[in-house]
């Protein structure tokens, strides 16, 4: 009596937990979702109802957060070791060691220094969605006095490159784990020479966007702090000219300035005029920056010089207010020269271009931040920077989107900015971003009309 009294306690209470039961076991399962129709709503863990999306983010949280110590202990040893523009040979080898044990596809020497790592699935679907890095360090003497500071003696990762490579390599980790349940491909570029503005050329002269139809991008971003992202809808970071402008006049005795023409004073008279003429003839809502950073000219106090070359960048956010840059300051530089008697050249080399992000893929990082995390650990910046990034020069070859990692310290009033020998990251941040990343990923592959 007593065995037939279990038997159906035991049998109801199967009958009545039965889902619970099945579906506790799906995370236990290797394609959970392939066994449904991904955007089917199921039970997870017989408790909330969750879609697919969830319970894909589920393991890619798991995946990213048992990779953490192996994550921080990359990005140590890359801000250990640091290599400036074009000379990323140890730091290319390291990630294309880490790249093949994941099991990725992987070449290197791609645009000089750089590395690509494939992850290929077996996938009707044609789109290839690449994510990029950037590995190269800045010439500045670290002084952070961290213990896995720069070895490196005037040379520092100091612009956060070290934790994009990490984010790059954490997304490829954890998205190897899950190829047959991303169904899409997915190309990681590690890029060469950032700083000098030339390693995506290179990139792409060497094939690297051949058949991508998306890419993602990531930057630290001191002034978030770290677990927030920021994302940017339209322009992020600014186009970046370099500018030469010599002036030409007459040497002379430093006391008879009337029998020379002084390069010198007219040279100032120049800059002046330039930096006057943006407030009161440039549009004041398309903004336009110009730098005069390095001026060489003269050979002795009482001699007038005859010559002075101007080194400078332009920055513009507007392509039809960059393309009439050089004649407008041809023009301010002939005016004033002719003025004076003095002749000029002045030699405007286009350098990379704004980097607009793509109104559909910032909208898919967003939301892959907001799912992730919430919604108020994702900023949409109201402004963009009037910095420079050669991501830009991707965007010629598919849409794509930059997304700004915080790495600030919560706690610290100052965290100094990028390019400071103070510059630091809190690390929880490098979790924030692969997580980020390989969800915005997943989102893109199952997602056909992004
Ligand atoms: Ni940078």
Same mark, same amino acid.
């Given at each position: 009596?007593?065995?037939?009294?279990?038997?159906?306690?035991?049998?109801?209470?199967?009958?009545?937990?039965?889902?619970?039961?099945?579906?506790?076991?799906?995370?236990?399962?290797? #394609?959970?979702?392939?066994?449904?129709?991904?955007?089917?709503?199921?039970?997870?863990?017989?408790?909330?109802?969750?879609?697919?999306?969830?319970?894909?983010?589920?393991?890619?949280?798991?995946?990213?957060?048992?990779?953490?110590?192996?994550?921080?202990?990359?990005?140590?040893?890359?801000?250990?070791?640091?290599?400036?523009?074009?000379?990323?040979?140890?730091?290319?080898?390291?990630?294309?060691?880490?790249?093949?044990?994941?099991?990725?596809?992987?070449?290197?020497?791609?645009?000089?220094?750089?590395?690509?790592?494939?992850?290929?699935?077996?996938?009707?679907?044609?789109?290839?969605?690449?994510?990029?890095?950037?590995?190269?360090?800045?010439?500045?003497?670290?002084?952070?006095?961290?213990?896995?500071?720069?070895?490196?003696?005037?040379?520092?990762?100091?612009?956060?490159?070290?934790?994009?490579?990490?984010?790059?390599?954490?997304?490829?980790?954890?998205?190897?784990?899950?190829?047959?349940? !991303?169904?899409?491909?997915?190309?990681? !570029?590690?890029?060469?020479?950032?700083?000098?503005?030339?390693? #995506?050329?290179?990139?792409?002269?060497?094939?690297?966007?051949?058949?991508?139809?998306?890419?993602?991008?990531?930057?630290?971003?001191?002034?978030?702090?770290?677990?927030?992202?920021?994302?940017?809808?339209?322009?992020?970071?600014?186009?970046?000219?370099?500018?030469?402008?010599?002036?030409?006049?007459?040497?002379?005795?430093?006391?008879?300035?009337?029998?020379?023409?002084?390069?010198?004073?007219?040279?100032?008279?120049?800059?002046?005029?330039?930096?006057?003429?943006?407030?009161?003839?440039?549009?004041?809502?398309?903004?336009?920056?110009?730098?005069?950073?390095?001026?060489?000219?003269?050979?002795?106090?009482?001699?007038?010089?005859?010559?002075?070359?101007?080194?400078?960048?332009?920055?513009?956010?507007?392509?039809?207010?960059?393309?009439?840059?050089?004649?407008?300051?041809?023009?301010?530089?002939?005016?004033?020269?002719?003025?004076?008697?003095?002749?000029?050249?002045?030699?405007?080399?286009?350098?990379?271009?704004?980097?607009?992000?793509?109104?559909?893929?910032?909208?898919?990082?967003?939301?892959?931040?907001?799912?992730?995390?919430?919604?108020?650990?994702?900023?949409?910046?109201?402004?963009?920077?009037?910095?420079?990034?050669?991501?830009?020069?991707? !965007?010629?070859?598919?849409?794509?989107?930059?997304?700004?990692?915080?790495?600030?310290?919560?706690?610290?009033?100052?965290?100094?900015?990028?390019?400071?020998?103070?510059?630091?990251?809190?690390?929880?941040?490098?979790?924030?971003?692969?997580?980020?990343?390989?969800?915005?990923?997943?989102?893109?592959?199952?997602?056909?009309?992004?």
């Amino acid at each position: 009596m007593l065995a037939l009294q279990i038997y159906w306690v035991f049998k109801n209470w199967i009958s009545l937990n039965f889902q619970k039961i099945i579906f506790s076991f799906l995370p236990l399962l290797p #394609a959970p979702c392939s066994l449904v129709n991904d955007r089917l709503t199921l039970l997870y863990h017989g408790e909330k109802a969750v879609n697919c999306d969830q319970f894909m983010l589920n393991q890619i949280k798991d995946l990213a957060t048992k990779l953490a110590p192996r994550l921080i202990e990359i990005r140590r040893h890359i801000h250990s070791h640091p290599e400036l523009s074009g000379q990323e040979y140890q730091t290319a080898a390291f990630v294309a060691g880490v790249l093949s044990s994941s099991g990725l596809y992987v070449q290197e020497g791609i645009g000089k220094t750089g590395v690509i790592g494939e992850l290929r699935v077996n996938s009707n679907d044609e789109r290839l969605l690449a994510i990029r890095t950037d590995m190269d360090a800045l010439p500045i003497q670290e002084r952070t006095g961290l213990e896995y500071a720069s070895r490196a003696e005037g040379v520092m990762h100091a612009c956060g490159h070290d934790v994009h490579t990490t984010v790059g390599l954490g997304t490829a980790m954890v998205l190897s784990q899950m190829a047959e349940e !991303l169904g899409g491909k997915i190309r990681f !570029l590690f890029q060469p020479a950032e700083e000098i503005a030339q390693g #995506a050329s290179w990139m792409v002269e060497d094939g690297a966007m051949k058949n991508v139809s998306a890419i993602l991008g990531v930057h630290v971003f001191p002034s978030i702090p770290a677990g927030s992202i920021g994302v940017r809808y339209g322009a992020l970071t600014a186009a970046a000219d370099d500018l030469e402008i010599l002036i030409i006049g007459e040497s002379g005795h430093g006391a008879r300035p009337h029998e020379a023409v002084d390069a010198i004073w007219i040279a100032s008279q120049v800059i002046t005029a330039l930096q006057q003429a943006i407030s009161r003839t440039q549009n004041p809502l398309r903004p336009v920056v110009l730098t005069i950073g390095q001026i060489n000219g003269g050979r002795a106090p009482n001699v007038i010089a005859d010559k002075v070359r101007l080194l400078g960048t332009v920055r513009s956010l507007h392509p039809e207010t960059r393309a009439q840059l050089p004649n407008w300051i041809e023009n301010i530089v002939a005016s004033v020269c002719h003025s004076y008697g003095a002749t000029y050249q002045v030699n405007y080399h286009q350098g990379v271009p704004s980097v607009q992000n793509d109104y559909a893929l910032t909208q898919l990082l967003q939301s892959a931040g907001e799912e992730a995390w919430s919604s108020d650990r994702v900023q949409v910046l109201p402004e963009p920077s009037l910095g420079a990034e050669d991501f830009s020069v991707y !965007l010629d070859y598919a849409p794509g989107s930059m997304f700004r990692l915080g790495v600030g310290y919560k706690e610290r009033i100052l965290n100094h900015p990028l390019h400071h020998p103070e510059f630091e990251v809190d690390e929880t941040a490098i979790i924030t971003g692969v997580v980020t990343m390989a969800y915005a990923a997943y989102k893109y592959c199952q997602n056909s009309q992004t």
